[in-house]
């Protein structure tokens, strides 16, 4: 069945890099979007960026040039980078799968656990 | 930018009730609209998409409604395990979620 694993540092420092895995079951990448979503106190629920099944990017223009996200098919892995982290970056990070229905109807069908990151000094 | 703007914060309901809450677009988003439940400690579960179509195996009580800037979720006879936060997702421009309604027992 389909399954999806986020891992991830749990705590990282003011200034240094974020590095999350998804780790996914259940069904190739090269068949669907990979979305990441994190949940902040701050923000509530917002959409980071995804991976196009054939390896392309998107991201949300809020996180600039801070974000990146990479995958490895041959491992069944997604990976997102974010440096510069900033305590408001404190929060839970998701990695969930898109699903196309039809034409024009998208939706995130399965999510991931969430991986909780606390940035601290 | 889409702005969600989910309405109201919070409601108090019964069990059995007949919730309705709303979300609205700061522009025009067609039907590409979904809305997710999130419980404590979980992660959100697909309730709609498309503004209307319900998702396999969501209880008919969930039905989703609205086009263009304004949309509505509804839960007819309210049960315990609805209590949740439900969020708004607009996806016609990048995505946007709302910041939620949440629905606690009176």
């Known amino acids: 069945q389909v399954q999806l694993k986020e891992t991830g540092p749990g705590l990282v420092q003011p200034t240094q890099t974020l590095s999350i895995t998804c780790t996914v079951s259940?069904?190739?990448?090269?068949?669907?979007?990979m979305q990441w979503v994190r949940q902040t106190p701050g923000k509530g629920l917002e959409w980071m960026g995804f991976i196009r099944s054939g390896g392309s990017t998107e991201y949300n223009s809020e996180f600039k040039s801070r974000l990146s996200i990479s995958r490895d098919t041959s491992k069944n892995q997604v990976f997102l980078k974010m440096n510069s982290l900033k305590t408001e970056d404190t929060g839970v990070y998701y990695c969930?799968?898109?699903?196309?229905?039809?034409?024009?109807?998208?939706?995130?069908?399965?999510w991931g656990q969430g991986v909780m990151v606390t940035v601290s000094s | 930018n889409t702005v969600m703007t989910q309405s109201p914060t919070s409601m108090f309901i019964s069990v059995g009730d007949r919730v309705t809450m709303n979300c609205k677009a700061s522009q025009n988003v067609g039907t590409n609209v979904d809305w997710y439940q999130q419980k404590t400690g979980q992660s959100p579960k697909l309730l709609i998409y498309?503004?209307?179509n319900r998702y396999t195996g969501v209880p008919d009580r969930f039905t989703g409604s609205g086009s263009g800037t304004d949309f509505t979720l509804t839960i007819s006879n309210m049960q315990a395990e609805d209590l949740a936060v439900y969020y708004c997702?607009?996806?016609?421009?990048?995505?946007?979620f709302g910041a939620g309604t949440k629905l606690e027992l009176k």
């Open positions: 259940g069904f190739s990448l090269t068949s669907y979007y």
């Open positions: 997702l607009q996806y016609n421009y990048k995505y946007t």
């Open positions: 498309g503004a209307s």
């Open positions: 969930a799968r898109e699903r196309t229905e039809g034409i024009g109807r998208y939706y995130f069908d399965y």
